[in-house]
């Protein structure tokens, strides 16, 4: 670990300690409000968007909410200071956009990240879960040399009738074969934990 990343993992630790003990004094260090700030996710379904906007909500300040799909690199690197990247998870990993911004622009990239999150079915409530979700984490920061120092994981949502055919029939074989379980719609989407989470992002000044 470099030295700067070394105190700034400090500082984070000490101010969520602090918080912790002291309510909402201290936050990390991570977004300044008067930073420009994009929030940039990769979604099919809709989840990982809700939650990019639950998450800027929490952060209260001016915080754009941007699709992967519909951005120019060139013109959000130049325009934003602070990133907070996430996506959501299907079969082969994260957004196939999003890894290819990292891997494009790691060096301007791994410089602005202050924050990723993921969104899939995986619960993280036992082992099994939580390496799975470890390997998720693994595989969208893979191009950058260091993780954020802020990652979290939330619950996603599977509506059937909103699926492709191709994902329906897949997913249908999935839970069917693989896992043994009846395939149903389920929603673990977690409005209140996504902005607590983004309001653990700013800088109290
Ligand atoms: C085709 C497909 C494949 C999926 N594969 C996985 C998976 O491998 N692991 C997982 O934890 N969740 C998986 N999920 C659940 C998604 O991560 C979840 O539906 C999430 O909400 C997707 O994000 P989105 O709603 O922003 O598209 C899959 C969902 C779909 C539709």
């Not at 494009?104 to 791994?110: A, N, P």
């Not at 990240?113 to 995986?122: L, W």
Request: aromatic content about 10%; glycine content about 8%; hydrophobic content about 40%.
């Amino acid at each position: 670990m470099h030295r700067r990343d070394f105190l700034l993992s400090i500082a984070v630790a000490l101010a969520s300690a602090s918080a912790y003990s002291f309510g909402e004094g201290l936050k990390p260090l991570l977004l300044k409000a008067s930073d420009k700030t994009a929030i940039l996710y990769g979604t099919r379904y809709g989840a990982s968007k809700d939650t990019a906007m639950w998450i800027a909500k929490g952060i209260g300040s001016q915080v754009d909410v941007l699709n992967i799909e519909e951005l120019n690199f060139s013109q959000i690197l130049k325009k934003y200071d602070k990133f907070i990247i996430g996506s959501g998870i299907w079969i082969d990993g994260p957004h196939k956009r999003l890894t290819k911004l990292l891997s494009e622009h790691s060096t301007e990239m791994e410089a602005k990240i202050v924050a990723s999150f993921i969104v899939c079915g995986t619960r993280g409530d036992n082992e099994a879960g939580r390496a799975r979700i470890a390997g998720y984490f693994e595989r969208l920061h893979k191009p950058l040399q260091k993780a954020p120092l802020a990652q979290e994981q939330f619950g996603g949502r599977l509506i059937i009738e909103k699926l492709s055919e191709k994902d329906r029939k897949l997913l249908d074989n999935f839970y069917t074969n693989v896992l043994k379980k009846e395939f149903k719609s389920w929603d673990r989407t977690n409005p209140k934990g996504a902005e607590k989470f983004g309001s653990t992002l700013l800088l109290n000044a």
